[in-house]
């Protein structure tokens, strides 16, 4: 069966009075968030990590576990970690204990992250970049699958016949990685043999078909299994498609406005969102449009897993909660339905 989840980066919300609400809140609200989530029905919850003002969740194991307490079947993952400037043991141990306290629910979904505010807060140079990643993932994934791990790099110190507290157990862990479309990080995945997340973030996604196909050959060569894949992708759902769009264009351009300052790009228009919703990689809209427009991806790509980021912006709370709700109980029946009847056609 596919897999449908969700995905947040805890996005600054505005609250009843129209401010934007303080981080602590939010924090509060994800884990209610989550809490829905698991009572209609989403398969899984990624928080992402970062580091700067606009996004609540630095820390997003300790919110897991928070949501692990109060849900019973939803799966709880990262999206992303940025491993690169974290310590890959460290990282084990937090994923180790979440597995743990959830019953074995943890998924690790690792990355080198869209921002680089980590690097300098945590003592690393960016220059470092691909090094960091490279090095990282290979004793990150060294840890998940050996109880004992000798290893050696150049960017921590090394590790002999080291056991790791506490084990994973003989379940294990499924631990994807987070890439955005560069072809060597798509072989890093094959190599290391953990499941690929492609992040969508922007355009048809069936631009992607050759990174697909990258990945294919990449197994066979590689003598590599063939691993589910997932794709990440933004979207917002209300009763109808002028509802959602109406509450998603003033907090996406608020978003992207912002970074886009950061970054030199040009000031995004309703146009260019309104192309995105319609043609692109925004799943906006009512649930029979979100629903057709994500089962089309999941098809064309031949994807097992899509989760949609909720949050884009300072949407409120209360309109979040909505958008889940129509999620878990309107669009992810509709998706398998439309997916079941296309098999059932084929064969």
């Known amino acids: 069966m596919v897999e449908l989840g969700i995905d947040t980066f805890g996005d600054i919300s505005l609250g009843a009075d129209g401010a934007l609400k303080r981080p602590d809140q939010v924090l509060r609200d994800v884990v209610e968030e989550a809490v829905l989530a698991d009572q209609v029905g989403i398969d899984f919850i990624g928080l992402g990590e970062h580091h700067r003002p606009d996004f609540a969740i630095s820390a997003p194991e300790i919110v897991l576990a928070a949501i692990a307490g109060r849900t019973t079947r939803i799966r709880l993952g990262t999206a992303v970690t940025v491993l690169s400037s974290d310590d890959p043991v460290r990282a084990f141990q937090r994923f180790s204990t979440l597995n743990a306290v959830s019953n074995g629910r943890a998924e690790a979904i690792v990355g080198r992250g869209s921002f680089t505010e980590s690097y300098p807060l945590f003592g690393y140079d960016t220059k470092d970049y691909d090094l960091l990643f490279e090095e990282k993932l290979d004793l990150f994934a060294k840890l998940v699958r050996d109880q004992e791990v000798s290893w050696q790099g150049q960017t921590r110190t090394g590790l002999e016949r080291a056991r790791i507290q506490p084990p994973l157990g003989p379940q294990g862990m499924t631990v994807w990685v987070g890439v955005g479309g560069s072809p060597e990080s798509l072989v890093r995945v094959v190599r290391q043999d953990l499941r690929l997340m492609l992040a969508i973030i922007g355009g048809d996604p069936r631009r992607f078909l050759p990174y697909i196909d990258l990945y294919k050959r990449a197994c066979a060569q590689l003598d590599k299994p063939l691993r589910p894949v997932g794709v990440h992708s933004p979207g917002f759902i ?109 064969n």
Do not use: N
């Open 238 to 346: 209300a009763k109808t498609d002028e509802q959602a769009r109406e509450i998603a264009w003033p907090a996406y351009q608020d978003m992207f406005g912002r970074i886009g300052r950061e970054r030199g790009w040009p000031p995004t228009t309703k146009a260019r969102f309104v192309a995105e919703v319609e043609e692109g990689s925004l799943y906006i809209g009512s649930p029979v449009t979100v629903a057709r427009k994500i089962a089309a991806t999941m098809a064309d790509l031949g994807l097992a897993r899509f989760d949609m980021k909720y949050t884009t912006g300072p949407i409120p709370h209360g309109q979040l909660i909505d958008c889940l709700q129509l999620y878990g109980e309107k669009v992810i029946p509709m998706v398998r339905d439309i997916l079941d009847g296309t098999r059932q056609r084929l």
